[in-house]
Structures are given as C-alpha cells and as structure tokens.
C-alpha cells in the first residue's frame, strides 16, 4: 500500500500494535561507524524520525539524536556485554530504560509501555475490552486460580461444573463465555490484518 493512503475506516485513534518500530539489532553498525548525521533508510517513517545525529557519551556509549516537532529525542545505544551475544538495546527517551525496540509515534519516538501508559486511560481497542469481560466472566465462573483462566488460547468447553452450581445455571453462564469467545476471535484476526496491513504513520 502507498504510503499515505489507506482503506476502510477513518482512524481517529492511532493504537500501540499499529505504530512503525525501530529495531535496536539494526543499529549494530552504528557502533562502528563515524560519528555525523545519519538518516533511517526507512521510507515509512517521516523526515524527522529518519534524521539524526550519532555522537558519543562520557561513558563511551553513542547516542542517537532526532529532532522532531523542533525537540532533541535522544536514544543511546547500549551494547549489553553481559550476555555472550552482546545484544544491543535502545534507551527509550521517556524513561530510559533499555528496549528491543521503540515506537514511532507523530511527534515522537518512545517504548510500549510509555505509549501504552499515555493511551490506557484514553481508550482501550474494542477486542481487549471483550477479552477482558471474557476472563472476568470466566473468573466468575471457575474462580481465579484455575489453570489457563486467563488464557485465551485454551477452550472452556471442557472446564468443569463448579459442584455448588446447578448444571443450568452452569450451561447458561458458559454458553454465554462460549458465545463472546466466539465474537473474540474473529475480532482478533481482523485486527492483525490491519495492523500488518497499515503502511503508513498513523496520527494520534
Ligand atoms: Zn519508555
């Protein structure tokens, strides 16, 4: 699909699992490489998260930094040489902390859960709110510590009776679970279809 052209719905609401990401394994080479400006071969980000300037830190590391919407976003690369591989994270300009990967989000660059924080409270996709009505509707049923209540990838149609329950009551209650699982899934298979599907930087 170009970029900047989509189908279906207007989005309103851009959600974590349909951003771009960077890779922090794709830096590798800046390791290596002089220090300068450098700019993302990646033609589905923008101009501003394309662009940046390699430069290093006291303590040796080298930092990436973009200028977006007029501000430094400045990501380090830490090369973690504990581990035999020497994997190699980014550090996500909100909170630091070292990532796989970061977001591409309108103005900025930043991890999940610095993303997921600032949109929980705004909104939540309608498949995870059924999901979640699901396993409380399950939780009611079974209790919370039977095994695999939370997991959506394991069928109720074999869980067991609670005994103090009547097997109406019981049909009743897991028909219901049965029948917005059935809602669930379908849901969650449109949704990676979109997700993969979308080329282009959603606005939030
Ligand atoms: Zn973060």
């Given at each position: 699909?170009?970029?900047?052209?989509?189908?279906?719905?207007?989005?309103?609401?851009?959600?974590?699992?349909?951003?771009?990401?960077?890779?922090?394994?794709?830096?590798?080479?800046?390791?290596t490489v002089p220090l300068g400006n450098y700019s993302l071969n990646a033609d589905f980000l923008n101009?501003?998260?394309?662009?940046?300037?390699?430069?290093?830190?006291?303590?040796?590391?080298?930092?990436?930094?973009?200028?977006?919407?007029?501000?430094?976003?400045?990501?380090?690369?830490?090369?973690?040489?504990?581990?035999?591989?020497?994997?190699?994270?980014?550090?996500?300009?909100?909170?630091?902390?070292?990532?796989?990967?970061?977001?591409?989000?309108?103005?900025?660059?930043?991890?999940?859960?610095?993303?997921?924080?600032?949109?929980?409270?705004?909104?939540?996709?309608?498949?995870?709110?059924?999901?979640?009505?699901?396993?409380?509707?399950?939780?009611?049923?079974?209790?919370?510590?039977?095994?695999?209540?939370?997991?959506?990838?394991?069928?109720?149609?074999?869980?067991?009776?609670?005994?103090?329950?009547?097997?109406?009551?019981?049909?009743?209650?897991?028909?219901?679970?049965?029948?917005?699982?059935?809602?669930?899934?379908?849901?969650?298979?449109?949704?990676m279809k979109v997700m993969f599907g979308h080329n282009f930087m959603p606005d939030c």
């Open positions: 699909m170009p970029k900047g052209h989509y189908y279906g719905r207007t989005q309103t609401r851009a959600y974590t699992g349909e951003y771009h990401r960077i890779f922090a394994k794709t830096f590798k080479n800046l390791l101009n501003e998260h394309q662009k940046f300037k390699l430069t290093t830190l006291e303590c040796g590391a080298r930092m990436m930094t973009f200028t977006i919407n007029n501000k430094p976003h400045k990501i380090a690369l830490i090369l973690d040489k504990r581990s035999a591989s020497n994997k190699l994270y980014i550090t996500c300009p909100y909170c630091q902390k070292q990532r796989q990967s970061l977001y591409a989000i309108k103005y900025a660059y930043g991890c999940r859960q610095c993303i997921g924080l600032h949109y929980a409270s705004q909104s939540e996709r309608p498949n995870e709110r059924l999901m979640r009505r699901i396993r409380k509707l399950r939780k009611e049923l079974w209790g919370y510590d039977w095994p695999d209540v939370n997991n959506m990838f394991e069928q109720i149609a074999y869980w067991p009776k609670p005994k103090w329950m009547r097997w109406k009551t019981f049909n009743l209650k897991r028909d219901k679970i049965t029948e917005l699982e059935n809602i669930y899934w379908p849901m969650v298979d449109a949704h």
